[in-house]
């Protein structure tokens, strides 16, 4: 049996290997960790490299994901789906080894990691999922969720305000199973890091009531195994392990020292190492003996095995939870009757015709649907009064009793995505969060690195435009729904009424493969008549909602709170003789995603006369009324005043629709 030492040292050469062929890549940071990794991996991970998809696995996070080629090894060596020619293909077109680590790319990768500080934050995520999964399932004597989250992260997720928002969070929450390395080596890109990262990180994670061992020595074995067995005694707080490491560990001229952080060793630094470590295969050969020590598949299955018997007393003893269990958890499905609830409640809104903000229409829907799922686990960054994401059924998860279904988030829209992220990645449920329109910017890369790892989650964004008023330009998104509609595999809805919130809510509940974007108005709606097909019509983004007598001569388009104005500026016209359509579009994506024949008979090709009416950027609108058209839109900030003198200040008004639409049909 190899010593631990020498199986760790497979890690630094397989990364600095990697690393040196791809000619691009950080070998520091897995040969700085290797040692630890190889105490968690082979002492202490609970996983089967053989299903990856086992429910009870512990779950393990590379938040310093630049350290890719340390998880490409962990996964080789231990037995995953990652044969040495993907690590030979490491940062290439289409191989499984990319830059960054990558949920969906490779097997065993939970989560997409590589901007900073997020890697923490689903880990936050992770744990606290699986603590309110604990409490909603286990029962006396049958602890059937009981894993660790453990996180590795370094220098830079620690200077990144993300991990103050989401371990802040997790201290409070009492994530007791939540286990972190930090990499304390000193070296960030720029160098050594007292000019910049003096903190001491001790007494800050302390502070957020953490338990923390300081100064562990990230290069000894049996100090590495006691700090984790000390970690995995405490149950009530999370625990910071600080490991002392020396970045690029194995390498005589370039540890200690940023240049080991991101580039090749360098072919000469390279057999250094190797005569340094007294390792003698070529690069990309492992001696039997030493895959041996990292296979993980037999101890692997054997405790999942262990944990089917457990399921199985479980199942015997509560049939009913352990169904929910395999509905929640294993295969993620909606209740049989989802559906069908959700389309009578849409019905209902439709026949109702309340006349109410979106927000308070989306209230209504949580109401239902919160009672229908007890997987929706809501949020809100401290605005829940604002946003109306609490209903009756909501229950606050806590340290000492995480059976809820609401997590009070505080100020902390960028921790609440991400945590969000980790609690999706985990399994089991379906999170909403939320925040005011304007502050998704705050949160904005966790929007984007949901959409990236086609996470379900549901971001509701309430108070979208200067129709919220008062508060002012600060307050007032002009360019958010843009970029959103802007980022691939996010669907935006920005609805008119509570028929189309009802439908916004049951198509972002049902889109298991990336994040919804529910976009809510502060003021009181108009409420629209609509025949049973164009109800139907409201979930394909894009529909005819008011139409001429006769081919139209021109045609409006509007979402959210504009469809109102709209549709009165169109009767004004008819009045005057004018044949126009309106067209409501809550969602540009999924209109977009409807076959030909049915966007053409929204907006025929032939009829160019187009205006565009919604209070946001208006170039994104352009694409759907061209050249010819003209938009309603904001090329400025807003203002501070009430609503409805911002509305008509800038132009949402039926006499400014009128004209527009009177000059394009003149011209
Ligand atoms: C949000 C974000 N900002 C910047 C970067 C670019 N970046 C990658 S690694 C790194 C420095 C990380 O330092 P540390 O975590 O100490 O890693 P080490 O050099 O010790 O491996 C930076 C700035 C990034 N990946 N993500
Ligand atoms: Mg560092």
């Known amino acids: 049996m190899p010593s631990r030492k020498h199986l760790a040292d497979a890690i630094r050469v ?131 969720v009981d894993h660790n989250t453990y996180v590795f992260l370094g220098d830079g997720c620690m200077m990144e305000g993300i991990s103050h928002e989401a371990c802040s969070l997790a201290g409070t929450l009492g994530l007791g199973k939540l286990i972190a390395f930090y990499d304390d080596n000193g070296i960030s890109i720029d160098g050594h890091v007292e000019g910049w990262f003096t903190d001491d990180t001790a007494k800050r994670f302390e502070s957020y009531g953490w338990h923390v061992i300081r100064a562990v020595d990230g290069h000894n074995a049996p100090a590495i195994k006691a700090a984790i067995e000390a970690a995995k005694a405490e149950t009530q707080k999370p625990t910071l392990i600080i490991t002392k490491t020396v970045i690029g560990f194995g390498s005589p001229n370039k540890q200690g020292s940023h240049d080991s952080h991101g580039s090749p060793l360098g072919l000469e630094e390279v057999a250094l190492v190797r005569k340094t470590l007294g390792w003698e295969q ?88 919160a009672q229908l799922l007890p997987e929706l686990l809501g949020g809100s960054a401290d605005l ?104 691939p595999n996010i669907d935006t809805w920005r609805t008119a009424d509570a028929a189309e919130t009802a439908v916004s809510w049951k198509a972002a509940i049902e889109r298991r493969t990336g994040p919804s974007a529910l976009v809510f108005s502060r003021q009181n709606l108009d409420a629209f008549a609509r025949t049973p097909e164009q109800v139907a019509n409201i979930a394909k983004g894009g529909y005819v909602l008011v139409d001429s007598q006769g081919e139209p001569d021109a045609i409006l388009i509007s979402t959210g709170s504009e469809v109102g104005v709209t549709v009165k500026a169109a009767e004004a016209l008819k009045a005057k003789g004018k044949k126009v359509r309106v067209v409501s579009m809550p969602s ?20 160019s006369a187009r205006v565009a009416v919604e209070t946001a950027a208006a170039d994104y609108w352009y694409k759907y009324v061209g050249f010819d058209g003209r938009v309603i839109g904001m090329t400025t900030f807003g203002e501070s005043a009430p609503g409805p003198a911002l509305l008509e200040y800038f132009g949402f008004t039926v006499d400014n629709i009128v004209s527009t639409v009177e000059e394009l049909l003149e011209d």
């Open 384 to 487: 829940a009064g604002s946003n109306l994401t609490l209903v009756k059924t909501s229950k606050g998860v806590e340290a000492g009793d995480a059976s809820g279904n609401y997590i009070y988030y505080g100020v902390r829209e960028f921790g609440m995505s991400a945590i969000m992220n980790g609690i999706s990645a985990h399994g089991g449920f379906i999170a909403y969060g939320a925040t005011f329109l304007m502050f998704q910017q705050y949160a904005a890369n966790a929007v984007r690195m949901s959409a990236l790892m086609k996470l379900q989650n549901i971001f509701v964004y309430t108070h979208d435009s200067i129709g919220q008023g008062e508060d002012g330009p600060t307050h007032q998104p002009i360019e958010v729904l843009g970029t959103l509609r802007l980022t």
């Open 282 to 369: 070529e690069p990309f050969v492992i001696p039997a003996d030493v895959y041996a020590g990292w296979d993980a598949k037999a101890k692997g299955s054997a405790s999942e095995k262990s944990w089917d018997e457990k399921f199985a007393a479980y199942e015997a003893a509560y049939p009913e939870l352990a169904a929910e269990f395999e509905r929640r958890v294993v295969k993620g499905e909606l209740p049989a009757d989802f559906a069908a609830k959700a389309e009578a409640f849409i019905q209902e809104s439709q026949a109702k015709g309340e006349k109410i903000a979106s927000r308070k229409a989306s209230q209504n829907s949580i109401a239902l649907f």
């Open 14 to 144: 397989l990364s600095m290997d990697a690393v040196q062929k791809a000619n691009s890549g950080h070998p520091g940071a897995p040969m700085g960790m290797a040692d630890i990794a190889e105490v968690l991996w082979n002492d202490f991970f609970k996983h089967n490299p053989t299903n990856p998809n086992w429910p009870d696995r512990d779950r393990f996070v590379l938040s310093n994901g630049h350290g890719s080629m340390l998880i490409y090894s962990l996964l080789h060596l231990s037995g995953y789906d990652l044969p040495i020619d993907e690590l030979k293909q490491f940062r290439q077109l289409h191989s499984k080894t990319p830059g960054h680590p990558e949920r969906g790319y490779t097997v065993g990768v939970e989560t997409t990691t590589g901007p900073l500080g997020q890697g923490i934050a689903n880990g936050v995520g992770m744990a606290l999922a699986e603590k309110i999964l604990a409490a909603q399932f286990n029962r006396d004597g049958h602890t059937v």
């Open 588 to 607: 540009t994506s999924v209109f977009d995603r409807q076959d030909a024949a049915y966007k053409e008979s929204v907006l025929p090709s032939h009829i």
